[in-house]
T-cell receptor, first 112, second 113 residues
């Protein structure tokens, strides 16, 4: 079975600063990797996904993530955050045709 | 525009009441899921279905039940609600291809007094 660890439960940053949200996974086989965002009182929305190919994946709202197989990581980055990026971010992993495992989430708070 | 719909979005009820949370998707997905999420906490899988007449319990034990009589519909029922059932319930679906991308509904926030 696979598992996901999000290393930071809360990340406060100032507006226009860069941010990195860290995610590590464990699995003995190849996996798919995902980042979801959850705004207050909403469901989860897919930010980006890594299925295969280039290890740098670009998503919506200016976010990107890099798959690092040797370090089993899939960190999410944005070079300049906005107030509207304040949300909960979930990293997730799944094996081919298997169900998804989610991390505990990272609350990103962007301050003016 | 959402392709997976959950109703009600918010529900406040008294202890002992029976409630059903509705979930419908228009994408023809075979696989559907219910997650429970307490405020600021991770998601816990409580039920899933791989197709019509197929339902399974998830990782987190739940007193709720589900049914899957039609592909597009996956309701969750609590026969007798208790304050410990207060939570957000998220419905999701995906197709049977290898891509594994889950599509989520907006959630149903249940408060049991």
């Amino acid at each position: 079975a696979q598992s996901v660890t999000q290393l930071d439960s809360q990340v406060p940053v100032f507006e226009e600063a860069p941010v990195e949200l860290r995610c590590n996974y464990s699995s003995s086989v190849s996996v798919y990797l995902f980042w979801y965002v959850q705004y207050p009182n909403q469901g989860l929305q897919l930010l980006l996904k890594y299925l295969s190919g280039s290890t740098l994946v670009k998503g919506i709202n200016g976010f990107e993530a890099e798959f690092n197989k040797s370090q089993t990581s899939f960190h999410l980055r944005k070079p300049s955050v906005h107030i509207s990026d304040t949300a909960e971010y979930f990293c997730a992993v799944s094996r081919i045709n298997n169900d998804m495992s989610f991390g505990a989430g990272t609350r990103l708070t962007v301050k003016p | 525009e959402a392709d997976i719909y959950q109703t009600p979005r918010y529900l406040v009820i008294g202890t002992g009441k029976k409630i059903t949370l509705e979930c419908s998707q228009t994408m023809g997905h075979d696989k559907m899921y219910w997650y429970q999420q307490d405020p600021g906490m991770e998601l816990h899988l409580i039920h899933y279905s791989y197709g019509v007449n197929s339902t399974e319990k998830g990782d987190l034990s739940s007193e709720s039940t589900v049914s899957r009589i039609r592909t597009e519909h996956f309701p969750l029922t609590l026969e007798s609600a208790r304050p410990s059932h207060t939570s957000q319930y998220l419905c999701a679906s995906r197709d049977s291809s290898g891509a594994n991308v889950l599509t989520f509904g907006a959630g149903s926030r249940l408060t049991v007094l």
